[in-house]
């Protein structure tokens, strides 16, 4: 069992110190969502393939902890042992400090309630025969939350806030734009107000020009409920709008995890820097972006050393002998042999500036 990560960086209550010079005042923010050491397994016909292994966590009150990394890294199996659609192979999950794993029926559905999840494809999520305002009642039906009436203005209430007119509440999903289904969405994974939301790729599927206003509602939401965001994109350039704190994956492992101006600014480690350097940039001055070489090694049949080494620029053959430990380096955690002197020289010249 690996510790939980608090080693050396700010929390996702302990924003770095902010431009003005001031500290955030909220670093006892309480922990609303804890991973310890969680690993997930599944059986696949070529043996067992490790989708998740000792990935550790805190996720406070009203803070962003994004998850990055390629396809298929383990982002959306987190997603799902978080909100307890499946359960861990191995390791412990907490939510508002209660040991998940161990519970059962009634009482984990229970738990289950106080973290949704937004997916990238809203209609994944709405029963496109079933009305706004349906949907919306539904979780507070269910859960016999309010009277009818009660119920049906806490709907209107939430397709106010969430920017769409109370009178289309009689529509379907098919009579609203893609970046309105995803508001839709977020008003029903909110019906039930849970301290936490597992968003994954929540604007991946929406054109360039709505993903910003759906990001701005997230923010706004955030504040106003105090949410905490569990917030999965592959894309840096959303990260970096909404991240206070960003753990970046490399084959089911945490390759680096820190606050977001450290990681984004200065990757210490090789797969970070890579990441970044893939990113095409909005500034047209800076460099084009360097495609990342090479494929992930099968989850089924993972290297024994460092996971990164056949694609790493600065592979030693240490790397391939000894897998490097998740430790506290410049104030995040980094699993790389060499994090120390990996400064990036091209830091903050890519992508997400
Ligand atoms: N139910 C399953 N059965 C077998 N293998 C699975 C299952 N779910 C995920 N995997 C495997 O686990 C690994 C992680 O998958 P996951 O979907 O979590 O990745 P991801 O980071 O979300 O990728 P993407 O960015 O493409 O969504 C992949 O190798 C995937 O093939
Ligand atoms: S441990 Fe070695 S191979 Fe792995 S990221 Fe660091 S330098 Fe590269
Ligand atoms: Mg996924």
């Known amino acids: 069992m690996t510790t939980v990560p608090d080693a050396g ?23 609303v969502l804890e991973a310890r050491g969680l690993g997930r397994d599944y059986a696949v016909p070529r043996g067992m393939l490790r989708a998740v292994d000792e990935v550790s966590f805190r996720l406070r009150r009203g803070r962003t902890l994004a998850v990055v990394g390629e396809s298929g890294c383990g982002k959306s199996t987190l997603a799902r042992m978080a909100t307890l659609l499946e359960r861990p192979s191995r390791g412990e999950l907490l939510l508002a400090g209660q040991e998940t794993t161990a519970l059962h029926g009634r009482a984990r559905r229970a738990l289950g309630l106080s973290v949704q999840m937004v997916f990238q ?20 039906a269910i859960n016999r939350r309010g009277t009818r009436p009660e119920q049906a203005e806490a709907a209107r209430e ?37 301290p936490v939301v597992v968003a994954d790729e929540p604007v991946s599927a929406l054109d360039v020009s709505i993903q910003a206003q759906v990001l701005n509602l997230l923010l706004d939401l955030q504040s106003e409920f105090g949410l905490a965001y569990l917030f999965i994109s592959h894309d840096l350039a959303v990260v970096r709008h909404v991240a206070d704190e960003v753990m970046v994956m490399y084959l089911g492992r945490v390759a680096e995890h820190g606050p977001a101006a450290a990681v984004l600014r200065q990757p210490r480690h090789p797969y970070t820097q890579a ?6 940039s909005l500034d047209p001055a800076r460099r084009a972006p360097v495609p990342l070489a090479g494929e992930m090694p099968s989850p089924v ?8 080494a ?12 000894e897998r490097p430990a998740l430790r506290a380096v410049a104030g995040r955690l980094a ?19």
């Open 9 to 31: 960086f700010p929390g996702p209550g302990q924003r770095p110190v902010q431009q003005d010079g001031s500290a955030h005042d909220e670093a006892d923010a309480a922990v």
């Open 121 to 140: 494809n809203p209609f994944g999520a709405l029963n496109p025969r079933q009305s706004v305002g349906a949907t919306l009642r539904e979780p507070l």
């Open 158 to 194: 939430m397709m106010r806030r969430v920017g769409l007119r109370p009178e289309q509440e009689a529509r379907t999903p098919h009579a609203f734009s893609g970046g309105q289904r995803q508001r839709i969405a977020i008003a029903r994974a909110l019906m039930l107000r849970p």
């Open 275 to 280: 990441l970044l350097a893939a990113t095409p």
């Open 301 to 308: 049949a993972p290297p024994s050393g460092c996971a990164f």
């Open 310 to 321: 056949a694609r790493c620029p600065r592979a030693e053959p240490v790397c391939r002998a």
């Open 335 to 353: 699993s790389c042999h060499f994090a120390e002197t990996t400064a990036s020289a091209t830091a903050g010249t890519h992508g997400v500036a």
